[in-house]
């Protein structure tokens, strides 16, 4: 079992590490890739700016909080899309046959599929959150729970995909439902939970999990609670093996389309 689990793991590893060295053939379009997509997100960091300009706090939440918040979402968006870029097209993969090349080889059929190919705007996105992490103040403790819950966000964003993508097993081609459900994960993640009110706030920090991505991690590192922390933890743990649980219960579903395409 352990073994597996390494094997899987160097798999990865190597994956990310060729479709890297991929990317950074026309080192042009790799530092242009990155450079813009951090010039993106700090554009949006403007319009805050101009609204602390004329209040003291927003939903509750204080300039350095939103800065945070804009942080880890930024940083779990870009590691779920560097690593795991092909959960977000599941959908295609599973309609159109895709899958057939993982399936015949000795590794995990799902790790292998979203793991196949990497988003190098996505270390945009990382970078991004480090240096507003930065800004907003660093310390030792603070860049190791913002990685930690980098991480965990990563996760569930990528286990939120997963589940989406999967409807295709079931329903046919998901891939409008998917993009929807992902674009609220990401759109909803930088704004303050308490802008949010009454069931609109429950379904955030609940069914679309943004508390878990988001908000539990910008209260934890602003004031950190450990019994938070466990719950994070624990629950991605929940999610991760559901997601797991569900994909294999659809793909027994799956019927190949005789699409080979060879994988290295």
Known sequence: ??????????????TIKYGLMREMINKTSFIMNVSFMILNNASFIIQWIVI???????????FNQVLLLWAIAASTYGFSHFIFKKSYS??????????????????NVLISAITS?????????ILYG????????????RFLLFTL????????????????????????KSDMIADTGNSLMTNFATYPDGIFKGLA????????????????????ITTFNLKLTLIVIISTIIITLFTFIIFY?????YSSTNLMISKI
């Open 52 to 62: 602390y300009s004329l209040k003291d706090n927003v939903g509750g939440y204080s």
């Open 130 to 141: 480090y240096i507003v992490l930065a800004i907003s103040g660093l310390t030792l403790t």
């Open 90 to 107: 599941l959908s295609d993969i599973i309609t159109n046959g895709k899958l057939d090349s993982f399936l015949v080889q000795p590794k």
């Open 149 to 172: 819950f980098s991480i965990t966000g990563a996760i569930v964003i990528t286990d939120i995909a997963v589940l989406l993508g999967s409807l295709s097993f079931w329903f046919g």
């Open 201 to 220: 706030r429950i379904l955030l920090l609940t069914i679309i999990p943004l508390g878990l991505t988001t908000y539990f991690p910008v209260w934890i």
């Open 1 to 14: 079992m352990l073994q597996a689990v390494k094997n899987q793991f160097n798999v990865t590893v190597k």
């Open 117 to 125: 190919d990497i988003e190098v705007s996505a270390l945009g996105d």
């Open 249 to 253: 219960k659809g793909l027994r579903r």
